[in-house]
T-cell receptor, first 115, second 111 residues
Framework: KAGVTQTPRYLIKTRGQQVTLSCSPI?????VSWYQQTPGQGLQFLFE???????NKGNFPGRFSGRQFSNSRSEMNVSTLELGDSALYLC??????????????FGEGSRLTVL | GQNIDQPTEMTATEGAIVQINCTYQ??????LFWYQQHAGEAPTFLSY????GLEEKGRFSSFLSRSKGYSYLLLKELQMKDSASYLC????????????FGRGTSLIVHP
């Protein structure tokens, strides 16, 4: 079956702009979670959506938001971009949020560069 | 709070065995897992430990001691393709399954 698909793969924005990233989970998976990966901080949890509801949220400012649609596809938005938002944004899907098996299926990420 | 420590970088020789350690301090615990991430690629799942002990899966094994807040990933018969970053992550307690990741261990396997 098809894996987790993230679009766009690469994008460049300038400070103050906003960006929307998209994630299509594996068919049948109801949980989608988002992560920010940087060399300095590693992989950090942003939020998780399950059946269109935000179930968990990490310690990121309100500029970072997301949503999930009825077909489980998810988007995340970052408003008023800052230089420090430059990172690889990873999406992961699972049937149950990883609670039973711990297994998350990651997409290849969207690499955002903020100039 | 939570803190996860693992070595930043390790090197090993093809065919050898390497052990990557991970220590954690969390308020509650719901499981520990390991992921492998090759440069420029998505992380892929390796193992998940909830109970103490050793879980073996082919050339890879993972060990957990909850009382010591300690885990290790053991890679046997190293191959060049095992050169990657290995991420240790913990699910905190309290009913939420929010994974907290360590910063990863970059393993370099040389001939």
């Amino acid at each position: 079956k098809a894996g987790v698909t993230q679009t766009p793969r690469y994008l460049i924005k300038t400070r103050g702009q906003q960006v929307t990233l998209s994630c299509s989970p594996i068919s049948g998976h109801r949980s989608v979670s988002w992560y920010q990966q940087t060399p300095g901080q590693g992989l950090q949890f942003l939020f998780e959506y399950f059946s269109e509801t935000q179930r968990n949220k990490g310690n990121f400012p309100g500029r970072f938001s997301g949503r999930q649609f009825s077909n489980s596809r998810s988007e995340m938005n970052v408003s008023t971009l800052e230089l420090g938002d430059s990172a690889l944004y990873l999406c992961a899907s699972s049937y149950d949020g990883g609670a039973n098996t711990g297994e998350l299926f990651f997409g290849e990420g969207s690499r955002l560069t903020v100039l | 709070g939570q803190n996860i420590d693992q070595p930043t970088e390790m090197t090993a020789t093809e065919g050898a065995i390497v052990q990557i350690n991970c220590t954690y301090q969390t308020s509650g615990f719901n499981g520990l897992f390991w992921y492998q991430q090759h440069a420029g690629e998505a992380p892929t799942f390796l193992s998940y430990n909830v109970l103490d002990g050793l879980e073996e899966k082919g050339r890879f094994s993972s060990f957990l001691s909850r009382s010591k807040g300690y885990s290790y990933l053991l890679l046997k018969e190293l191959q060049m393709k095992d050169s990657a970053s290995y991420l240790c992550a913990v699910y905190m307690g309290g009913g939420s399954y929010i994974p907290t990741f360590g910063r990863g261990t970059s393993l370099i396997v040389h001939p």
